[in-house]
């Protein structure tokens, strides 16, 4: 399978515990994109690298959210010090470049109890 | 928040029925693409419109970019019941991307 890959796939957290979320894009992909979705709504942008530069992170959600790309190949996300309201599905996803068609991963579901 | 209009929210049809459905934005947007989403599941890529007026099929699946490139709409044509899902509408613009909301079809058999 050459697609996105993200894992774990699904986490269950403990409030004010800290996760990561890993995704792998497309071998010959140079961007890469972190989106969230909650029920009944679209994905909502949050960031994306082109290569191992974070190009856009205003849209993080919060100075809790950080994500990484060190190597230009496969990024994290971590959410630090998780809230009820982190509960989402994570998505990544990625592209050859801008203007290019997007495709996502399967998404990492994150449950904070 | 979003900018993109998606309509209408929710369908249920009978198999074999054509489904229609749209989007509409406030900013021009240079390409439209169409993703379907099941249970569980990140976005699966339909179809992806480049050129304003352009009219592209995939199978049973037709979708138009508007001649404005304001708006999209998508055709899918004699619904099987493996067509349910959430169909979501998305601009692309350099490294702006957005989603509609979601039209969530049901197919009865």
């Known amino acids: 399978d050459t697609g996105v890959s993200q894992n774990p796939r699904h986490k269950i957290t403990k409030r004010g515990q800290n996760v990561t979320f890993r995704c792998d894009p497309i071998?010959?992909?140079?961007?890469l994109y972190w989106y969230r979705q909650t029920l009944g709504q679209g994905p909502e942008f949050l960031t994306y690298?082109?290569?191992?530069?974070?190009?856009?992170k205003s849209r993080l959600l919060s100075d809790r959210f950080s994500a990484e790309r060190p190597k230009g190949s496969f990024s994290t996300l971590e959410i630090q010090r998780t809230e009820q309201g982190d509960s989402a599905m994570y998505l990544c996803?990625?592209?050859?470049?801008?203007?290019?068609?997007?495709?996502f991963g399967e998404g990492s579901w994150l449950t904070v109890v | 928040g979003q900018q993109l209009n998606q309509s209408p929210q929710s369908m249920f049809i009978q198999e074999g029925e054509d489904v229609s459905m749209n989007c509409t934005s406030s900013?021009?947007?240079?390409?439209w693409l169409w993703y379907k989403q099941d249970p569980g599941e990140g976005p699966v890529l339909l179809i992806a419109?480049?050129?304003?007026?352009e009219l592209t099929s995939n199978g049973r699946l037709t979708a138009q970019f508007g001649i404005t490139r304001k708006d999209s709409f998508l055709n899918i044509s004699a619904s099987i019941p493996s067509d349910v899902g959430i169909y979501f509408c998305a601009v692309h613009n350099n490294n702006d991307m957005r989603f509609g909301a979601g039209t969530r079809l049901t197919v009865k058999p």
């Open positions: 996803a990625s592209s050859r470049d801008t203007g290019n068609t997007i495709y």
């Open positions: 419109l480049y050129k304003a007026g």
């Open positions: 690298f082109q290569n191992e530069a974070q190009l856009e």
């Open positions: 071998s010959e992909h140079n961007r």
């Open positions: 900013s021009i947007f240079n390409t």
